[in-house]
Structures are given as structure tokens and as C-alpha cells.
């Protein structure tokens, strides 16, 4: 006989998660032994430090309020609605209950059995991820470790094989080496013995200097040297070392990072130590089949903007397989900024063969944003500066016009490749943005000494960048006289505070997400600026009032402020964790949508992914009070 009321409770239960992901059958076991409570509005579910029951509740149909009690004062901590998980501490933590549970209107629950349910659910993985995600949203001590290390599983090493990025690398373990006495003509000998591409010169079993077929076509066959010429003449120096241990991921970056196919592997991963083995690029290819090198060698090769447009499009491609196998964001971050900064290299080298003559004086190149931060993803617009040497004030102005040329070649050609203009104009093309050392440095003093709103944006702008071409004394000096302006402005920091708070958390007062009001953009939920530039922000505060440099990226200035301030690690651990959350949840949308990911629609994301999304807004509001507390801006305007 059919148990009519058993089947109207799975009818309801399969369209919310975690339930939908049960099979029919097993869903209906569970059903079977659910119990229906009905409760008026102000009555209790459970209190807080009560012994945990035997069942977890999902509500039917009204509100539960959640709150936690600390000198017999309560605080909201969220409201449930129709279809929203609670009181699953006992399923995942066996603990007391931390909460309070309070009807907040007339309310319907369904009350499910832990031990049924764990019978039917045994071995589903995925039911229980959910779980553990209601759980660490509603939980009020939102920084435990095990906590974290759950609901950010997402975002971590995944450990599954197929994830060869992160293998130990295979490298070669006998490789083939010659003394620093030899002459090329016996290393060669050898080379063609042993039908191998390089072979790396030693001295006292420990790595000099390494020589390849191009170094003997480029420097033997050319006539330059003759083939008895000592191989300290033709190896390339110092070589590039690492530890035996490497994952694949890391002895790709590495190549990538210095241009070369080929990491000597050392006992202890430097040149001081004994050579154990060789890891060449064809290894790497071999592991991997597809890897950011194919599209680096494109980049360097293109002539033409329309050749680095093609090769920028390949890195989306495998930006996207990267998400889809759940390659830690860190590499992913790490992959796509070396191939957002070859680019922008490669297209420098265009226009200046564009130019009519070689540049007057040296300059560098600064990427700033996120690009300068090194957390552009996706394609999204353009700011970037130019700062040169210094030069005679009767030749300023030519000079600066030969600059400008050059940047708006530049900026041209990125805007073709994807990369649009700047609404603001903060690009190198605008002469505010396009100086010489000396007028950078009485700007940033203008900005930090006598701080306003304007400049509190301008320089927020610029406190990211990243030298991406040309003079690295230029921008060492440009950072030195920055830290110095800045050892002597307390208001700098409070004006800067107040921009870092200035976005309230992104829940309002019922947990709701907060939309856009009015604009094109009505209805949806902007994750950049209510999710990720408060992080952002708070993050370059914080750095830059402790004086650390060179740490421009969010979640490394996160993780450089839980080492020297213990106190507030789990906090800025969290802080860091939630910064990857958000962006790995914004470019996933930016790819799915075919733009920036910055505007949602909450309506098209799961149960699921709004619980992971509140769970990453928990640390704003805690690092928001802490720079309120840290920098007094309670009373500051």
C-alpha cells in the first residue's frame, strides 16, 4: 500500500539539494520516516548547548531564525526559508547545538532522521559536501580549520590522479654531463653518443653550466668559436636548479619564468649541490600533452596583433579546463599572469618597431589593477601607467610625446586582443598617467600628504602595480619614495581605511543578498564590488601600513598578515580562502556568460551555490571591523 503522505514529502524534497542528488528510491526510504512539525510563530526548535537530537530539519514552508547568545544577548545569525537546511551539526560535528532555533512566522518543518538518512545516503559523497556547506554557513564560529578546509574544498589541491599538474615531475635520472675541462668537440662526441639534445657541464659533480644543440648551431656553426673551444665558452650560465620533488606544475612555471627547456635537478635545489637529474620541456609536454608553453612560444613569435589576439584566446580555453578539472586556483592565477604579461611584453615589442626611432631614455611599463595584482583571469579593461627617467625640462615635453606615441600603439593593440580601453582613461595614453620618475614621485606625495577622495582612488589604483617591461631601477626607486611618503601619514591610512569599508557586507539584515537598484544592471548581484574589492581593499591596507612590499596579490597579502600577526590568522586565512572562493565563482560565471563575470543573476544558481556564495561574505564583515577597530574610522568622515 502506497504511503500517499511518504511520497508528497519526497515530492518536495528532490527539487532542493542535497536531496535531488539521492536516487528516487533511497529518497523515498527517507521520506518514510520524516516527521512533520508544525510550530507558532516566537516558539523554540532547539537552544543553544542543548544536547543534540536525533534528527536535522528542512523547512517546509514559513522562516526559522537562527541566533546565537552571548551575555544573555541574542544575535541573528541568519533566517531559513523554504527549502533551506539547518540544524545539521549533530549529522556533521556530534556537538551540542551552538545556535538557537526560533519560528520566526508560522512554520512547517520536516524533521529527518540522522540514522535513516545516513543509511540511505552511505558512500554519496556529494550529499554530504552539501551537508557540510549548510553546516559551515550557519555555523557561528565560521573559522575553524576543519570548517574551512571543508566548505573550500573546491578551491584546494585536488589530489584525484587524473590531475597530472600536480604529479610529482618525471625527470630524467641519469643525465649525461661532462667536466668544465672538456672542449665542446668531446662534449659534443658524447651528445651524439647518447643521441641527447644538451648536456650539462659539471665541476665536482655539481651543475655549471648547460650546452644545447641551438648553443652549438648559434656559436659553432656561425664561425664564432671553433670546435676546440672550452665549453665554459658556449655553456649557458648559471643553469637553473630545483629540488627532486618538484610537481610538474612547478618545473613548467619555472621554464616559463626563465625562458628555458631544460631545470637542472640538484640535491638540494640549488647550484651548490649535486646534480641528480635533468627535467627538460619535452618531459613536461610528455605529462602534460597541452600546457600554457605552446601558447608562451605563440606569444613570442607573433608579428601581429591579430597572432596575439588568437594566442590570448587559447589561454581562456585552457583557463577553463583548468576550472573544469579543479586545478588549484593559485596555478591557475599563476599560469594566466605570465601569459597576461607576455602578452603585454610582445605587443611593447611591436610598437616599438613601430616607432621611428629607439626611446630617448629608459622606461618601464606598469600593469595596475588586477593585472598588477596578477589576479586577471578573464578579459576585462585595461590600467596601466608609464613612468621614464628623468629628463632636461626644455626636453620633457618631446620626450613625454615620444612615450605617449608608444602607449597608445600599446593600448591600441590590447584593446584588440580583448582587453578594453579604461572607462577613466587610466592608461598610459593619458599624460597624467605617463611621467617621469621625479613628477611620479611629487604625485604620490600630492596623493598620501594631502589625501582626498580622488587621490585615495587614484592611488588605491596604482598601490598594485607590477613592473611588466623595461627599467627595474625606475620602479625600485618609484617603490622606495612610495614607503617613505607613506612612514609619515596616519590620515593616508584613515582615508584608505574608510574606502576599504565604505561597501557593507554583501547580506542584508534577513542574510538576503543585497542587488543592484536601478540602472541596466537592476535585480543582479555585483560579486566584484560587494564580494571581492572590500577583500582587496583591506588587504592593500593592511600591507602597506606594515610596510611589507613587493606582496601585491590579495591573497598572498592575506597569508603574508596570518604570518606576522598570529593573533588574526584564522581571520585572515578565511580572508584569503574567500578572496579565492569569489574569484574562482566569478570567472567560472564570466566564462559561462561570455563577459566579466561581475553582474549575476541569483536566480540561476543552485541552492548550492548561493550557501558557498554567504559562506565567502562571512570573513568581509569581521575584516571590516577589525580596520574600524585597527585604524579608528568609527567617527572618521
Known amino acids: 500500500m502506497k504511503n500517499s503522505i511518504a511520497e508528497r514529502v519526497c515530492d518536495f524534497l528532490k527539487i532542493y539539494p542535497p536531496f535531488d542528488l539521492i536516487k528516487f528510491k533511497k529518497l523515498l526510504e527517507i521520506a518514510e520516516e520524516v516527521v512533520i512539525v508544525y510550530l507558532e510563530k516566537g516558539d523554540t526548535l532547539f537552544k543553544a548547548d542543548q544536547p543534540a537530537n536525533e534528527y536535522f530539519y528542512i523547512v517546509r514552508a514559513g522562516a526559522i531564525s537562527l541566533f546565537h547568545t552571548e551575555n544573555d544577548t541574542q544575535e541573528l545569525v541568519t533566517i531559513n526559508d523554504t527549502g533551506d537546511i539547518f540544524g545539521v551539526r549533530p549529522l556533521i560535528a556530534r556537538e551540542n547545538y551552538k545556535l538557537t532555533a526560533t519560528a520566526n512566522e508560522e512554520t512547517i518543518i520536516y524533521a529527518l532522521p540522522i540514522k535513516n538518512f545516513k543509511s540511505a545516503t552511505e558512500n554519496n559523497a556529494k550529499v554530504y559536501k552539501y551537508l557540510i556547506t549548510a553546516f559551515a554557513t550557519n555555523a557561528y564560529d565560521s573559522y575553524t580549520t576543519e570548517e574551512n578546509n571543508a566548505i573550500f574544498k573546491d578551491y584546494l589541491p585536488n589530489t584525484s590522479q587524473d590531475i597530472v599538474n600536480f604529479q610529482t615531475a618525471n625527470y630524467t635520472k641519469t643525465p649525461i654531463t661532462c667536466p668544465k675541462t672538456s672542449t665542446l668537440q668531446e662534449a659534443a662526441s658524447l651528445m651524439c653518443t647518447h643521441k641527447i639534445g644538451c648536456i650539462i657541464v659539471v665541476d665536482n659533480?655539481?651543475?655549471?653550466?648547460?650546452?644545447?644543440?641551438?648553443?652549438?648551431?648559434?656559436?659553432?656553426?656561425?664561425?664564432?668559436?671553433?670546435?676546440?673551444?672550452?665549453?665554459?665558452?658556449?655553456?649557458?650560465?648559471?643553469?637553473?636548479?630545483?629540488?627532486?620533488?618538484?610537481?610538474?606544475?612547478?618545473?613548467?612555471?619555472?621554464?616559463?619564468?626563465?625562458?628555458?627547456?631544460?631545470?637542472?635537478?640538484?640535491?638540494?635545489?640549488?647550484?651548490?649541490?649535486?646534480?641528480?637529474?635533468?627535467?627538460?620541456?619535452?618531459?613536461?609536454?610528455?605529462?602534460?600533452?597541452?600546457?600554457?608553453?605552446?601558447?608562451?612560444?605563440?606569444?613570442?613569435?607573433?608579428?601581429?596583433?591579430?597572432?596575439?589576439?588568437?594566442?590570448?584566446?587559447?589561454?581562456?580555453?585552457?583557463?577553463?579546463?583548468?576550472?573544469?578539472?579543479?586545478?588549484?586556483?593559485?596555478?591557475?592565477?599563476?599560469?594566466?599572469?605570465?601569459?597576461?604579461?607576455?602578452?603585454?611584453?610582445?605587443?611593447?615589442?611591436?610598437?616599438?618597431?613601430?616607432?621611428?626611432?629607439?626611446?630617448?631614455?629608459?622606461?618601464?611599463?606598469?600593469?595596475?589593477?588586477?593585472?598588477?595584482?596578477?589576479?586577471?583571469?578573464?578579459?576585462?579593461?585595461?590600467?596601466?601607467?608609464?613612468?621614464?627617467?628623468?629628463?632636461?625640462e626644455d626636453k620633457y615635453e618631446e620626450t613625454q610625446a615620444y612615450f605617449l606615441q608608444l602607449a597608445k600603439y600599446v593600448t591600441k593593440s590590447l584593446n584588440k586582443i580583448g582587453f578594453e580601453y579604461c572607462e577613466a582613461d587610466m592608461m598610459a595614453v593619458n599624460p597624467e598617467w605617463c611621467k617621469s620618475i621625479s613628477k611620479w614621485k611629487t604625485q604620490f606625495q600630492n596623493w598620501i600628504l594631502s589625501p582626498d577622495d580622488k587621490a585615495i582612488l587614484l592611488s588605491s589604483i596604482f598601490f598594485d602595480y607590477s613592473?611588466?617591461?623595461?627599467?627595474?631601477?625606475?620602479?625600485?626607486?618609484?617603490?622606495?619614495?612610495?614607503?617613505?611618503?607613506?612612514?609619515?601619514?596616519?590620515?593616508?591610512?584613515?582615508?584608505?581605511?574608510?574606502?576599504?569599508?565604505?561597501?557593507?557586507?554583501?547580506?542584508?539584515?534577513?542574510?538576503?543578498?543585497?542587488?543592484?537598484?536601478?540602472?541596466?544592471?537592476?535585480?543582479?548581484?555585483?560579486?566584484?564590488?560587494?564580494?571581492?574589492?572590500?577583500?582587496?581593499?583591506?588587504?592593500?591596507?593592511?600591507?602597506?601600513?606594515?610596510?611589507?612590499?613587493?606582496?601585491?596579490?590579495?591573497?598572498?597579502?592575506?597569508?603574508?598578515?596570518?604570518?606576522?600577526?598570529?593573533?588574526?590568522?584564522?581571520?585572515?586565512?578565511?580572508?584569503?580562502?574567500?578572496?579565492?572562493?569569489?574569484?574562482?565563482?566569478?570567472?567560472?560565471?564570466?566564462?559561462?556568460?561570455?563577459?566579466?563575470?561581475?553582474?549575476?543573476?541569483?536566480?540561476?544558481?543552485?541552492?548550492?551555490?548561493?550557501?558557498?556564495?554567504?559562506r565567502c561574505f562571512k570573513p568581509i564583515h569581521d575584516i571590516q571591523e577589525t580596520l574600524k577597530l585597527r585604524f579608528d574610522l568609527k567617527n572618521f568622515i
Not at 622606461?363 to 589576479?375: I, K, P, T, V
Open 467 to 614: 613592473r611588466v617591461y623595461g627599467n627595474e631601477k625606475l620602479v625600485d626607486t618609484l617603490s622606495e619614495s612610495i614607503f617613505e611618503a607613506l612612514g609619515g601619514s596616519s590620515l593616508f591610512y584613515k582615508f584608505l581605511g574608510s574606502e576599504a569599508i565604505k561597501s557593507p557586507t554583501p547580506l542584508g539584515i534577513f542574510k538576503q543578498f543585497l542587488v543592484e537598484q536601478n540602472g541596466d544592471q537592476k535585480d543582479l548581484f555585483n560579486i566584484k564590488s560587494r564580494g571581492l574589492m572590500p577583500l582587496i581593499d583591506a588587504a592593500r591596507l593592511l600591507v602597506l601600513s606594515n610596510q611589507i612590499k613587493n606582496v601585491n596579490n590579495t591573497y598572498e597579502r592575506y597569508e603574508k598578515m596570518a604570518e606576522i600577526d598570529p593573533n588574526n590568522k584564522e581571520l585572515y586565512e578565511s580572508c584569503a580562502y574567500a578572496f579565492k572562493a569569489l574569484s574562482k565563482f566569478k570567472t567560472k560565471q564570466g566564462l559561462l556568460h561570455n563577459n566579466s563575470g561581475k553582474f549575476i543573476k541569483l536566480e540561476t544558481l543552485t541552492k548550492e551555490e548561493k550557501l558557498k556564495l554567504k
Open 205 to 392: 659533480k655539481k651543475p655549471v653550466g648547460i650546452i644545447t644543440n641551438s648553443d652549438i648551431k648559434n656559436k659553432i656553426a656561425t664561425g664564432k668559436f671553433p670546435i676546440t673551444t672550452a665549453v665554459t665558452n658556449i655553456m649557458s650560465s648559471p643553469v637553473i636548479t630545483a629540488k627532486k620533488d618538484l610537481t610538474v606544475a612547478d618545473g613548467q612555471l619555472k621554464m616559463i619564468k626563465n625562458s628555458i627547456g631544460h631545470l637542472c635537478i640538484t640535491k638540494d635545489g640549488t647550484v651548490n649541490s649535486r646534480l641528480i637529474g635533468v627535467l627538460t620541456h619535452h618531459d613536461v609536454l610528455v605529462t602534460l600533452g597541452n600546457t600554457p608553453s605552446v601558447i608562451l612560444k605563440e606569444i613570442k613569435r607573433a608579428n601581429r596583433t591579430k597572432k596575439l589576439r588568437i594566442a590570448r584566446l587559447k589561454a581562456n580555453t585552457l583557463l577553463k579546463s583548468y576550472l573544469e578539472q579543479n586545478i588549484p586556483l593559485t596555478h591557475i592565477i599563476n599560469v594566466i599572469s605570465e601569459i597576461n604579461d607576455a602578452v603585454t611584453i610582445r605587443a611593447i615589442e611591436i610598437a616599438l618597431k613601430k616607432m621611428p626611432t629607439e626611446p630617448p631614455v629608459a622606461f618601464s611599463w606598469l600593469a595596475l589593477g588586477s593585472q598588477g595584482r596578477r589576479e586577471q583571469l578573464l578579459f576585462t579593461d585595461q590600467d596601466n601607467a608609464l613612468v621614464f627617467e628623468d629628463v632636461p
